[in-house]
């Protein structure tokens, strides 16, 4: 049998260092500092692929999936590690990219480390459209609160009306860039202010089209249908969470995916003494976002509006029923829970009790998914791939 060699890589920008294990050897045979290369970095694999097997990791970060895919083209058996799962030991306190390689290694040959989903390249560009999205609704949130709070600092506030970016409180805005109704001063501003605004808001909707579009493409057609027949989860929330999470299948259990999105509490017990705390906000921080903004719709009474039901239209009676049967369940864990400990940590509870309606229904919907793929690559003689 040829012997193992084990990589750990340390990635930067300008470089990659990179600590070799040989086998089962306590230190490492080398540890090389290359350029951020990939000329060179294939040929340092290649002469270290004459001695052994390579595996070889490095942690997820900046530097994104280029090097695993690259190393996947090449040949060499490569997993990007999720950071925050990687032990520390408690008395260290020197840190170099010569250290974090050496651990690296050692830790992955014992198995330590936990390796992340690496999503294919046009999965990654999606996602990253989705997620330009999002940071356009925050620039958005942001220039609405600039605004307001430059006029309340001039003493202008809305008052004919309860809420704030109606039609009528645009109308009031639009009024003070009359001639005349502002100094010239603090017309330029509000104006810039405005121009601005609506130039994000533009390119926001511009975005949502795509995803609109995007959403009905074959891949995501039928997982964004599926969650969109949960309350709360419309078209944009459905492809953050299948853009996000990918394959459903790869969370054994509920709480697994749980514990992903970052919605299961902490814990410290010990002996008889047993203390929870907030939740961990460890994983994906997109997903969570609009799970938890969907979690607050059920605080509602149960109920199919209009537009929930057309967002069910063409959907199976069973996913429906699914549907319906987590309003009520997820309605009285709020009444439940908002009563003793308030509506802040009531939605959260709903948050994560949806996941687990989610995680049932799109397990299925993806290995419907797979087996329809299977189906359609037979039928034009294609090789089939067997699921990692």
């Given amino acids: 049998m040829r012997e193992i060699i084990w990589l750990g890589m340390d990635v930067h920008k300008d470089s990659i260092t990179i600590a070799v294990y040989v086998g089962a050897a306590e230190k490492p045979k080398e540890v090389t500092r290359l350029p951020n290369d990939p000329v060179k970095l294939r040929r340092f694999l290649a002469r270290q692929a004459e001695q052994g097997e390579i595996r070889a990791c490095y942690e997820a ?70 997620r330009c999205r999002a940071r356009f609704q925050k620039e958005i949130l942001q220039t609405r609160h600039s605004i307001l709070k ?52 533009g390119r926001r909707d511009e975005l949502d089209r795509w995803i609109e579009d995007q959403a009905l493409k074959p891949y995501y057609q039928e997982r964004v249908a599926a969650l969109k027949c949960f309350r709360g989860l419309d078209t944009h929330a459905a492809m953050v969470l299948a853009s996000e999470i990918g394959d459903f299948r790869r969370f054994g259990k509920p709480e697994a995916l749980m514990s992903y999105l970052g919605l299961i509490p902490r814990e410290d017990s010990s002996g008889e003494r047993h203390r929870r705390g907030s939740i961990t906000k460890a994983g994906n921080s997109h997903c969570r976002h609009v799970l938890v903004q969907a ?94």
């Fill in 61 to 130: 970060s900046g530097a994104g999936f280029v090097i695993e895919r690259a190393m996947r083209e090449w040949g060499y058996a490569c997993e990007v590690i999720a950071p925050s799962l990687i032990p520390q030991r408690p008395g260290k306190h020197r840190k170099h990219d010569r250290y974090d390689a050496s651990e690296l290694g050692r830790l992955y040959r014992a198995g330590q480390l936990v390796p992340v989903r690496v999503p294919s390249e046009a999965e990654e560009r999606v996602r990253d459209v989705v």
């Fill in 150 to 201: 430059f006029l309340a600092r001039r003493g202008l506030v809305y008052r004919e009306g309860k809420h704030n970016w109606t039609k009528r409180h645009w109308e009031w805005l639009r009024a003070l860039l009359c001639p005349g109704a502002l100094p010239a001063e603090d017309h330029l501003v509000l104006s810039e202010y405005i121009g601005l605004l609506e130039y994000k808001i």
């Fill in 295 to 388: 979690a607050w719709s059920y605080c509602r009474v149960p109920t199919v509006g209009a537009a929930l039901k057309r967002r069910q239209q063409g959907a199976s009676a069973s996913l429906v029923a699914h549907s319906w049967k987590a309003q009520h369940r997820l309605h009285k864990v709020w009444k439940r829970i908002s009563a003793r400990r308030g509506s802040n940590i009531a939605v959260v509870a709903v948050a994560r009790e949806l996941v687990g309606f989610i995680w049932a229904v799109m397990r299925e919907v993806d290995l419907n998914a797979e087996a329809q793929q299977q189906v359609r690559k037979e039928s034009i003689g294609e090789p089939l791939r067997t699921a990692a």
